[in-house]
């Protein structure tokens, strides 16, 4: 079912008082800033979005990798991740091991020492993996390639469409991986041996997909024609779909709902059962008042009960998750790369613009 909000669904939202809560429906105020709680070093220009597991704080940028303790508030490990090239996301956490790489490589180090376990050179360049205690699944060129999480022998390959390339990363289930390789096509490959289960083609519909995500029995995916979708697991097929009017830079999905910024200037809230909007918050209404928030670039994030928003001036925003109401926002006490990380019991960590790891309490 059809979701569709376009400039003129935007005014008449505004006529039928649909919106959550206006920006202009609150006053500018000194705004509070978050107290820094620690911040450390990593050895890096460029730091990538940061990763907590194991009560540690992974990273991963330009030139290291390493582990901040939490329960020691202190550098666990660091040194040179070993490649000639970038590491370009964020590590992923898997039985001990840090996964991490670029687009020319991708290693899996021991997340207690740093320890490298294995390495794979790309032979054409390599894309965002899906890592799973048993199996990583990522794109090199144009082939979806498998590999033993924990030894890093190669399992299978499956070939997409030749001359283009898989650079997002998949994702699956227990017994199926779906990739959306940037092809125009979702492929659902038997996660034991990479045969094909189902193909579709949405090169008309979608023309392709950049983020997907498992969500009950939907793949809930972005696409690059504005659009989220919800796909069924069992054989692609479209169960609805949601324009939000502009390009969606990204969704974060979690409890039945995915969260996502339009530029059209609101904060979404959408069923991933249904398609339907749960709530709408407007950000901004584009009349150049101190109460509008800057673009986001950052992908929203949840914890507990609130929803997290970075946008583009280092201002976070809390929103409450059931309605979109209850809004707060406090400044960052230094610039950071757009990525943020609420950590249950201590408070939000983000990579800054000079490459260290910032440590800040939340209210």
């Given at each position: 079912?059809?979701v569709?909000l ?49 009560g540690s ?62 390495r ?19 794109g ?33 289930t227990?017994d ?7 092809d125009?096509?979702l ?13 579709v ?28 979708v ?9 169960r ?16 039945g709902?995915a ?14 059962g ?23 670039l ?27 109401d209850?809004?707060s ?12 990380l ?13 490459g ?8």
């Amino acid at each position: 079912m059809p979701v569709t909000l376009d400039r003129r669904g935007f005014v008449q939202g505004l006529v039928a008082g649909l919106m959550c809560r206006p920006a202009a429906a609150f006053a500018p105020a000194p705004m509070p800033e978050l107290p820094v709680l620690a911040q450390f070093a990593t050895g890096n220009n460029r730091l990538n979005p940061l990763t907590h597991a194991a009560g540690s704080v992974l990273y991963c940028g330009d030139t290291t990798i390493g582990a901040v303790s939490l329960a020691q508030a202190a550098p666990l490990w660091s040194h040179g991740h070993g490649f000639d090239s970038p590491a370009e996301y964020r590590p992923r956490f898997a039985e001990g091991l840090m996964v991490c790489g670029g687009r020319k490589w991708l290693a899996a180090y021991d997340a207690a020492s740093g320890a490298e376990v294995w390495r794979y050179t790309a032979q054409i360049q390599t894309g965002v993996p899906w890592v799973t205690p048993q199996v990583t699944v990522f794109g090199d060129g144009h082939q979806i390639t498998a590999l033993d999480t924990l030894t890093g022998k190669p399992l299978w390959q499956h070939a997409a469409i030749v001359d283009t390339l898989a650079s997002y990363a998949p994702t699956g289930t227990t017994d199926t991986v779906f990739v959306g390789p940037g092809d125009g096509h979702l492929y659902a490959l038997n996660l034991s041996d990479g045969a094909v289960n189902w193909v579709v083609d949405g090169r008309t519909t979608w023309q392709y997909l950049r983020q997907i995500q498992v969500e009950g029995d939907l793949l809930v995916a972005g696409t690059y024609k504005e659009r989220l979708v919800g796909l069924s697991l069992a054989d692609g097929a479209q169960r609805w779909s949601f324009n939000a009017g502009n390009f969606i830079n990204s969704q974060h999905v979690a409890d039945g709902s995915a969260y996502l910024w339009s530029p059209t200037g609101w904060i979404y809230a959408i069923d991933t059962g249904s398609g339907q909007v749960r709530w709408r918050y407007q950000t901004t209404d584009f009349d150049g008042a101190e109460s509008n928030w800057a673009s986001v670039l950052a992908e929203l994030q949840t914890l507990g009960d609130r929803l997290f928003v970075l946008d583009m001036k280092d201002v976070l925003h809390v929103l409450n998750r059931a309605g979109g109401d209850g809004h707060s926002q406090y400044r960052l006490p230094q610039k950071v790369r757009h990525a943020i990380l609420p950590i249950a019991g201590v408070g939000i960590a983000c990579p800054t613009l000079g490459g260290e790891i910032l440590l800040a309490a939340l209210p």
